[in-house]
């Protein structure tokens, strides 16, 4: 069975320091890997995902994400935060064998400090 | 293009009344997808669909239904809702379920407090 953890509920940075959101799957064969950003009172909003090739995965806002499949993680990064950037952040993984079944994290909260 | 619409936005049930969701894509998605948020757990898969007439259950599938019979729309009904239905729900919508590397659209979603 597939899963996703995101193993921090919250992660706290001020305002230009770099941050990071951390992911790790476990799925059968080679996965798909998203990340949305959900605000405030607000549907998911897509960030970028990992389908094949490079590792490093560059999305909106200027998030990236780096995959690491030997450590199975998909860790979402941003150089310098963002105030704006405070917002609840999902990994999800999809197996390529599925018809669109996303499974996501429990989500991590970002809260960025002026 | 309004991309995913759902409504209502609110809504507040007795236990035992049955009510629908509604859900529109006006992107021509052939597949779309209902889910639940909860708090600590993540969005969970409740029903989808990968086309017109075409429906399957997800991980959370028992006390809802679906049916798709237009592209354009996949409504979700509670048959008779139950306090632990008390949830956001969000309706997801990509071009087609058979390439996983489609980005999914969500709604603004529907805050739903069952009493």
């Known amino acids: 069975a597939q899963s996703v953890a995101q193993p921090e509920d919250q992660v706290n940075v001020a305002e230009g320091n770099p941050l990071t959101v951390k992911c790790t799957y476990s799925?059968?064969?080679?996965?798909?890997l998203f990340w949305y950003v959900q605000y405030p009172n607000r549907g998911l909003q897509f960030l970028l995902k990992?389908?094949?090739?490079?590792?490093l995965v560059k999305g909106s806002y200027g998030f990236e994400a780096e995959f690491n499949k030997s450590q199975t993680s998909f860790h979402l990064k941003k150089p310098s935060a963002l105030v704006s950037d405070s917002a609840l952040y999902f990994c999800?993984?999809?197996?390529?064998?599925?018809?669109?079944?996303?499974?996501f994290g429990a989500g991590t909260q970002v809260v960025v400090t002026p | 293009n309004a991309g995913v619409t759902q409504t209502p936005k609110f809504q507040v049930l007795k236990t035992g009344q049955s009510m629908t969701l509604q859900c529109a894509q006006d992107?021509?998605?052939?597949?779309m997808s209902w889910y639940r948020q909860d708090p600590g757990m993540g969005l969970r898969l409740i029903h989808y669909?990968?086309?017109?007439?075409?429906?399957d259950q997800g991980e959370v599938p028992n006390g809802y239904n679906v049916s798709r019979s237009t592209t354009e729309d996949f409504p979700l009904r509670l048959l008779s809702a139950a306090p632990s239905q008390t949830s956001v729900y969000f309706c997801?919508?990509?071009?087609?379920?058979?390439?996983?590397?489609?980005?999914?659209?969500f709604g603004p979603g529907t805050r739903l407090t069952v009493l």
């Open positions: 997801a919508s990509s071009s087609s379920g058979l390439s996983s590397t489609d980005t999914q659209y």
């Open positions: 799925v059968s064969g080679n996965p798909y």
């Open positions: 990992y389908i094949t090739g490079d590792n």
């Open positions: 999800a993984v999809r197996p390529t064998d599925s018809w669109g079944k996303l499974q």
């Open positions: 992107m021509n998605h052939e597949y």
């Open positions: 669909s990968v086309g017109a007439g075409i429906t």
